[in-house]
């Protein structure tokens, strides 16, 4: 457990840990103020067309199959 306070005994390890997390955190918030005004995505975002339909694939349910055997 963590506590948090003037008397913390939080290890340096998980400190930095957190440190890290948290700037990472921020980097990416400040990337993405950045770019609000462009007119396309980033190449990694694709928009969501409902004309092709869903990207994920049904899960056959095997249990019911062998069920039914």
Known sequence: M????PENH????VKKQIEG???IDITI???????LNESTPPPNITR?????????KKVPN???KQKMA
């Open 2 to 5: 963590i506590s948090w306070g």
């Open 10 to 13: 939080t290890p340096d390890r």
């Open 21 to 23: 997390k948290i700037s």
């Open 29 to 35: 918030t400040v990337r993405t103020q950045e770019n």
């Open 48 to 56: 969501y067309n409902p004309n092709l339909g869903s990207p994920f």
């Open 62 to 64: 095997f249990k019911r």
